[in-house]
């Protein structure tokens, strides 16, 4: 299934590029003005925070290259690589935060009528998940999945996507090690798993995706994920749906995804041939701490210039029970497992303006 929400965004567009034997460049640039402030609950209070932003009104600025090779009839060889950077220094960004122009995915694979398999460095699952099925597509203030901790991007993936059948596909995964490289023996690998069906019939969406993680050869706590997706378009309105379980036997990834719960609903409503409202409301809440909730709603604006550039506006507030510090992100990929150094979160409301601009 091409372009479908799958465990790794960069397998969608793998797809996509199996249309001929081809180059293309492609890419987003992306900055915009972000302001945040505030605290609630166990978040402190931050003083005001005025700054240009990267990647808020699209997931971050990046470009890359995909191609694509005719086999034979019916089997093509493609590859894609991604890299991004910061719209407002240049830097690189990586998920790593060393400031190296790392890759955001790289793969390589064939597609035929059996289907598309392909390995490399690819977007995590459940970071995926959380962009198709919100209106703000995880970027700016207003994304929702910067309040689920995730694997943004895991390397030594393999992927299968099925071919359609009535509106039914599946997507399956494998991952030996998903940060950095294998250890000798195999030992404390991080490895994943996955399942994603996905069912599409007229303008409805419904995906299920599972995932499981675990630490190979270790005593260390196997992690579960679930997700259940819904997208509706009614014409004058799109709603978006998603619910969010994590639960492991205790202690995975120190405390921070044992039996958390989140659930989002939003809509987006096109006001004008060039203009697109977005709002949503969502909240979390992790059962193994005491008294963590929290709650966030959100309210942006986009403006279509032209079929390549647009213009963005965002506004959200969080609000946290007395144990609970949720802060506002700049993309769902702020505040992360492996972003935490790199791209920390910061205060409670907050805004963003900008405009994004695709080639």
Request: aromatic share 10%; with cysteine.
């Amino acid at each position: 299934m091409k372009k479908q929400a799958l465990l790794l965004a960069g397998a969608m567009l793998a797809g996509a590029a199996c249309a001929q034997s081809s180059v293309t460049l492609y890419g987003v640039i992306d900055a915009g003005i972000a302001s945040r402030s505030g605290g609630s609950g166990a978040a402190p209070s931050a003083e005001r925070m005025t700054e240009i932003g990267s990647g808020m009104g699209s997931g971050g600025s990046r470009w890359g290259l995909r191609g694509a090779e005719t086999l034979s009839p019916g089997l093509t060889a493609f590859f894609e690589i991604e890299w991004g950077f910061e719209g407002d220094t240049g830097q690189g960004t990586t998920a790593f935060g060393d400031g190296l122009l790392r890759t955001r995915h790289n793969h390589v694979g064939l597609s035929g009528s059996a289907g598309t398999f392909l390995l490399g460095r690819v977007d995590g699952g459940r970071a995926t998940f959380a962009k198709v099925y919100d209106p703000f597509k995880g970027a700016g203030v207003g994304g929702f999945g910067g309040l689920a901790t995730q694997l943004t991007t895991v390397n030594n993936a393999m992927v299968y996507i099925s071919p359609s059948w009535q509106g039914l596909s599946v997507t399956g995964a494998y991952v030996t090690a998903g940060t950095g490289e294998e250890q000798p023996g195999n030992v404390g690998d991080t490895r994943i798993y996955v399942i994603w069906p996905t069912y599409k019939i007229g303008n409805l969406q419904i995906s299920w995706d599972h995932e499981e993680v675990w630490v190979s050869k270790s005593n260390y706590p196997r992690l579960k994920v679930d997700e259940l997706g819904a997208t509706y378009d009614f014409g004058i309105a799109k709603v978006f749906g998603q619910f969010d379980r994590t639960r492991s036997s205790g202690g995975a990834f120190n405390n921070v995804l044992d039996d958390q719960k989140a659930w989002m609903l939003g809509a987006s409503v096109p006001v004008s041939a060039e203009g697109l409202l977005k709002a949503s409301y969502g909240r979390v809440k992790r059962d193994n701490l005491a008294d963590f909730s929290c709650s966030k709603v959100a309210i942006g604006y986009e403006h279509r210039l032209s079929k390549r550039t647009h213009l963005y506006a965002d506004a959200a507030r969080i609000s946290n029970s007395s144990g609970a510090n949720c802060q506002l992100g700049l993309r769902n990929e702020d505040g992360n497992l492996e972003n935490f150094a790199s791209k920390p979160v910061y205060g409670t409301r907050g805004f963003d303006v900008g405009i994004a601009h695709s080639f």
